[in-house]
């Protein structure tokens, strides 16, 4: 019964490497958002989806690719990974028509680029 | 456009101490505030929030006032225990915003 569920939860690769994290709720929410978390625990977005449509979009270099095959899912890919991509990937859902509608997080997937 | 400015740690507490962790923002209309918690090794978790000026937050004996005059929303706890330990980052929404703009976080140890 996870809300926000997230694959895989390490991910050790090389530099250089092309790899996906893959996001998923089941929690009826029509809009997704990838945050990362760097070394320090600070916390910025980078993407997110409203209804399979993009609709933030960071200042985020375009080795890094969301895609949303549907409202549940929001995956991100990230091609030529270099060493400052080590971090921790939080995906986050929900619906934002309410003021403060909270945003629920997956577990998150560290990332360490050797 | 939005930030949060919070209190830098770390924090380190005896069990039973006082807990106040500073928060402001600053924004544009009226956001919404939120406090969430990072316990080791987990993702965020909604602690409290607040949506219009005056509301307070409540939750885990944790409080919150959103405070429209002073733009704060300071969180506090009257008596933390051990497993409070953890990392708790306040956030606004702004009202015309989807996304959540944080503060750096404040990480929180509580010794028995």
């Known amino acids: 019964d996870t809300a926000v569920s997230q694959t895989p939860k390490y991910l050790v690769t090389q530099m250089g490497n092309d790899k996906s994290i893959k996001c998923e709720q089941n929690?009826?929410?029509?809009?997704m958002y990838w945050y990362k978390q760097d070394s320090k625990k600070f916390l910025k977005i980078m993407f997110s989806?409203?209804?399979?449509?993009?609709?933030i979009n960071e200042t985020v270099p375009n080795r890094f690719s969301p895609k949303s095959p549907d409202k549940a899912h929001l995956n991100l890919h990230i091609n030529s990974l270099e060493l400052g991509d080590s971090a921790v990937y939080f995906c986050a859902s929900n619906s934002p028509g309410a003021r403060g509608e909270t945003q629920y997080f997956g577990p998150g997937t560290r990332l360490l680029v050797l | 456009g939005n930030s949060v400015t919070q209190m830098e740690g770390p924090v380190t507490l005896s069990e039973e101490a006082f807990l106040t962790i500073n928060c402001t923002y600053t924004a544009t209309g009226y956001p919404s505030l939120f406090w969430y918690v990072q316990y080791p090794g987990e993702g965020l978790q909604l602690l409290l929030k607040a949506t219009k000026a005056d509301d307070k937050g409540s939750n885990k004996g944790f409080e919150a006032t959103y405070r429209k005059e002073t733009t704060s929303f300071h969180l506090e706890k009257g008596s933390v225990q051990v497993s409070d330990s953890a990392v708790y980052f306040c956030?606004?929404?702004?009202?015309?915003?989807?996304?959540?703009?944080f503060g750096a976080g404040t990480t929180v140890t509580v010794r028995a």
């Open positions: 956030a606004l929404r702004g009202s015309n915003d989807y996304k959540l703009s």
């Open positions: 989806y409203n209804n399979k449509e993009l609709i």
């Open positions: 929690l009826g929410h029509d809009t």
